[in-house]
């Protein structure tokens, strides 16, 4: 069973930054697309970067280009999202996602796997 555990969030001013990590288990993943998605209040679950798990090929929403790097380790089997630049509408639960395809994939039903979620709190 495949096991995604998300850490790193937290409360953060406006313009500054954040790592967060998630650690994945209970598989090897050499043929899965890894995406981190978020979730605002009273709002879709959305797409935010993804990366092929062997090539490394990375894929990201227009609302975070520029400001937002998605990276994994292949031998601790983890997972990142460095956010810099971080703005108050960044502001939402950051989930980690797994699908057992390794094309691109934006839309949440595409994941296989999800973590629990990590809250991100950017303040103005």
């Known amino acids: 069973q495949v096991q995604l555990v998300e850490s790193g969030g937290g409360l953060v001013q406006a313009g500054g930054s954040l790592r967060l990590s998630c650690a994945a288990s209970g598989r090897t993943f050499s043929n899965y697309f890894m995406g981190w998605f978020r979730q605002a209040p009273e709002k879709e679950r959305e797409f935010v970067a993804g990366?092929?798990?062997?090539?490394?090929?990375?894929y990201y929403t227009d609302l975070v280009k520029g400001r937002f790097v998605i990276s994994r380790d292949n031998v601790k089997n983890t997972l990142y999202l460095q956010m810099n630049s971080l703005k108050p509408e960044d502001t939402a639960v950051y989930y980690c996602?797994?699908?057992?395809?390794?094309?691109?994939?934006?839309?949440?039903?595409?994941?296989?796997?999800w973590g629990q979620g990590t809250q991100v709190t950017v303040s103005s």
């Open positions: 990366i092929g798990w062997i090539r490394g090929t990375t």
């Open positions: 996602a797994a699908r057992r395809n390794p094309a691109v994939g934006v839309a949440s039903y595409e994941y296989d796997f």
